[in-house]
């Protein structure tokens, strides 16, 4: 079985910063995925990426880049955080994009003061 | 409101009881996904039903889908307090697309 690692699993940082989580997935998947999840909410689509160098918006990708280093990397970056802003990013990846199940990494929680 | 920016909904039930978790979903979807999120942990897929299938079950969960009707149900028979967990639908909003959208969430409790 593969795993996916996300680093780093806390992250504190300060208003206007730029903050950069990073995903490494061992499946050999295609499509890796960034959500964000706040405190009693659902998962929000921010990035997707269907292969190596495609790089796909979601629902919620204003305030972030993301980047497709490699097949098995995945980086989200919020440009400019926002004061008070808690919640946790979730990477994912799959075997390619529509063909079912994901798997998920245990999540990064970001603290902005 | 979209998608995972509302509140989880929460059910509180006894052990050996059965529960149903319903999703609604607003656009086509070739697939309805089931992921269960323990705290502190990413989701993972507990059961997949396909646009084909009304019916599929895995142990003691039954999911449905109702395409006419853009709807899909999740139940577990039985249910033990290490169902207590988070059940969240998800959908891909168009084939070939990849993009996979999760519904709002239900935190299930279940008391011994």
């Known amino acids: 079985g593969g795993i996916i690692t996300q680093t780093p699993k806390f992250l504190i940082g300060q208003e206007g910063q730029k903050l950069t989580l990073k995903c490494q997935q061992n499946f050999n998947h295609d499509t890796m995925y960034w959500y964000r999840q706040d405190s009693g909410k659902g998962l929000r689509l921010i990035y997707y990426s269907i292969t190596e160098n495609d790089l796909q918006k979601g629902d919620l990708s204003e305030g972030y880049d993301a980047s497709r280093e490699k097949k098995s990397s995945f980086s989200l970056t919020v440009t400019s955080a926002q004061k008070n802003e808690m919640a946790v990013f979730l990477c994912a990846s799959s075997i390619a994009a529509n063909t079912g199940q994901l798997y998920f990494g245990e999540g990064s929680k970001l603290t902005v003061l | ?108 409790r279940v008391h011994p």
Request: hydrophobic fraction near 30%; charged fraction near 20%.
């Open chain 2, 1 to 108: 409101s979209q998608w995972g920016e509302e509140n989880l909904q929460a059910l509180s039930i006894q052990e050996g009881e059965d529960v149903t978790m319903n999703c609604s979903y607003k656009t086509y979807t070739t697939v309805v996904h089931w992921y269960r999120q323990d705290s502190g942990r990413g989701p993972a897929l507990i059961i997949l039903i396909r646009s084909n299938e009304r019916e599929k079950r895995s142990g003691r969960l039954r999911a449905t889908l109702d395409t006419s009707s853009q709807s899909s149900s999740l139940s577990i028979t039985a249910a033990q307090c290490e169902d207590t967990a988070v059940y969240f639908c998800a959908t891909n909003t168009g084939a070939n697309t990849g993009k996979l959208t999760f519904g709002h969430g239900t935190i299930l």
